[in-house]
Nanobody, 127 residues
Framework: QLQLVESGGGLVQPGGSLRLSCAAS????????IGWFRQAPGKEREGVSC????????YYADSVKGRFTISRDNVKNTIYLQMNNLKPDDTGVYYC????????????????????WGQGTQVTVSS
């Protein structure tokens, strides 16, 4: 059974850093694009960053460019999101998701063809 489990969320002060992990089981990651999405209270879920199956291509939302880095370790079957210089607007529940068919642009920008979601991990940026 395909499963994604996020971890690494928490409370951090503005300017701080966190690294989120998304561990996959039931499938091998290299056949799937993987994305990180977030949802703040009262807002729609939005794509933050996505990475292709090979890891060659990445996509970042404009709001996180230069601050967040997505990476994958296909041996460990895990995707990471390094988040630096965090801002209060980064607060929300962060989810990882997989897609076998979508391009990373379609996956992140339009949440297209997503097959599975994780349960989410809370990130709170506050002083």
């Amino acid at each position: 059974q395909l499963q994604l489990v996020e971890s690494g969320g928490g409370l951090v002060q503005p300017g701080g850093s966190l690294r989120l992990s998304c561990a996959a089981s039931g499938f091998t990651l290299d056949s799937f694009a993987i994305g990180w999405f977030r949802q703040a209270p009262g807002k729609e879920r939005e794509g933050v960053s996505c990475i292709s199956g090979s890891g060659t291509y990445t996509y970042y939302a404009d709001s996180v460019k230069g601050r967040f880095t997505i990476s994958r370790d296909n041996v460990k079957n895990t995707i990471y999101l390094q988040m630096n210089n965090l801002k209060p607007d980064d607060t929300g529940v962060y989810y990882c998701a997989s897609s076998r068919l979508a391009t990373i642009q379609a996956m992140c920008a339009r949440r297209s063809l997503i097959g599975s979601w994780g349960q989410g991990t809370q990130v709170t940026v506050s002083s």
